[in-house]
């Protein structure tokens, strides 16, 4: 069964079982009210003849009594004498329901309940019959009596009826138009998601979801563009991930191969032997570096590289950082500054993955900066927070390649291997690095002017 028909299913009978209880609940109301009232009101009448009969008996006052009972076409008034002889009555009254009614008397004088429904006839309406005796010096002297119809309250019902049934009719059929909306509303964005899906599932990762409004489809709707957007991207960068490693790892390959192909064929001499074992050597360390940068981003990524946090001074941990690619500055006759606001700055991290983390970042600088040029690196706190900047006059990098410079193996020069550069997994490393020590890093370059990395830390 398809979702919108259970969703009319349900918005009728809900609908219809609302128009039914609240039918019934103000009808058995109703009744109960109109027959509270009714009684009340008989109860009233006649202890008020009452009063009036014994406060002047006489002939009279029964003719007025009487006049004013008749004036009601629903009720028999009937005024007894104290045998249950008729002095007078609204109307004729047949021998039997005389019987009935004295009977009645009869059996419920001796209990303070003087009024009760009385079911005259088989399904009949009921009638309410209720008496009051009235003393004449001090003695009972008779009876008054009221046999009341109800039949105004049942007419009062089947209009209530006829309401209640018309009513009804016009909620359900606004119940319907409503469904009828909301099904479209609500079951036409989910078979398009549910179609989308489906493409997403066969791997058709280029679908758009309409997603306007604020409510709960409307998100629905824009976390599935989203998803399709982000496997789409995951996607792209596995098969990205997947072609730059085999290339990595190709080409240190092919060195190896084919300088061990030279080595075990061919007659060499001793000098060349040497150098061909040499680049041997060479790429085989290249390789290992590879491997081990691969698994050391594996580890970071899943969080299963426990952090040694201890309280390190970041001024000497940044000084010691900058001896170590000394070398390869000076190879280049690239000047290297530090500054710091304060001669020492103690935090808590971990010294020998967040000082890797700066030599990722110092060898990239070094490894783009021209000859002749200079690097910058500021070590400064406000508040909580420790801000690094390193900053050179290199390169720059194009804007279109910024949004993905964190991603692994990703190259600005796409031709470029890792003979002329890094295993292209350092920048990547760093960024894990610098999360799990709960810090951000942000990147700000422009083309052949230079870039910027900065690491904010927040010290607790």
């Known amino acids: 069964m398809k979702l919108s028909t259970k969703l009319s299913l349900l918005v009728f009978t809900s609908t219809l079982l609302i128009i039914v209880m609240m039918g019934v609940s103000f009808y058995i109301l109703s009744k109960s009210f109109y027959k509270d009232q009714s009684q009340k009101d008989i109860e009233y009448r006649l202890d008020a003849h009452r009063e009036v009969v014994e406060m002047h008996w006489g002939p009279e006052t029964l003719e007025h009594v009487v006049i004013m009972e008749s004036r009601n076409p629903e009720n028999t008034f009937i005024v007894f004498d104290a045998d249950f002889n008729v002095q007078t009555s ?56 009221i046999d009341q119809d109800t039949g105004s309250f049942e007419e009062a019902r089947w209009t209530l009826l006829g309401i209640t049934t018309f009513m ?12 009828i909306f909301l099904s479209k509303r609500v079951t036409l964005p989910i078979t398009n998601a549910r179609s989308l899906t489906k493409q997403i599932a066969k791997g058709n990762f280029d679908v758009q979801l309409s997603s306007e409004g604020n409510d709960e489809l409307s998100d629905l709707l824009r976390h599935i563009s989203s998803m399709a957007s982000q496997l789409k991207e995951f996607r792209d960068t596995r098969q990205q991930f997947l072609t730059n490693v085999a290339h990595d790892i190709r080409t240190p390959l092919t060195y190896i191969k084919a300088y061990a192909s030279l080595l075990k064929d061919q007659q060499v001499e001793k000098e060349l032997v040497h150098e061909q074992a040499a680049i041997i050597h060479q790429e085989a360390i290249r390789m290992e570096g590879l491997v081990k ?3 050391q981003l594996m580890k970071l990524e899943e969080g299963s590289i426990p952090l040694n946090i201890q309280g390190t001074d970041l001024v000497e941990l940044i000084q010691e950082a900058t001896k170590k690619v000394k070398l390869d500055s000076d ?30 970042l110092l060898n990239n600088s070094i490894r783009h900066t021209n000859p002749n040029g200079k690097i910058q690196i500021r070590l400064e706190k406000w508040n909580n927070e420790i801000k690094i900047e ?12 910024l949004p993905h410079i964190w991603a692994r193996f990703y190259r600005v020069e796409k031709s470029r291997s890792t003979k002329h550069g890094g295993s ?4 990547a490393i760093t960024k894990q690095i610098i999360e799990l020590h709960g810090g951000t890093i942000q990147i700000d370059s422009t083309l052949n002017v230079g870039t910027v990395f900065m690491i904010k830390l927040f010290d607790s």
């Open 90 to 145: 609204t109307q004729p009254v047949s021998k039997e329901m005389l019987d009935r009614y004295k009977s009645w008397i009869v059996s419920v004088f001796i209990t303070n309940e003087r009024t009760e429904f009385v079911n005259t006839m088989t399904e009949h309406i009921p009638h309410i019959w209720s008496f009051e005796p009235f003393e004449i010096d001090g003695e009972i002297a008779g009876y008054l009596f």
């Open 168 to 179: 009804g009719l016009i909620t359900l059929l606004f119940s319907g138009m409503l469904t």
């Open 293 to 295: 940068d691969l698994f």
């Open 331 to 360: 190879n280049k006759n690239i000047d290297l500054f530090f500054s710091s606001s304060a001669p020492s700055l103690v935090t808590n991290i971990d010294q020998d993955q967040f000082e890797r983390a700066l030599l990722n």
């Open 390 to 401: 390193i900053e050179d006059n290199g390169e720059g990098i194009p804007a279109d390649d």
């Open 424 to 427: 292209g997994l350092g920048l």
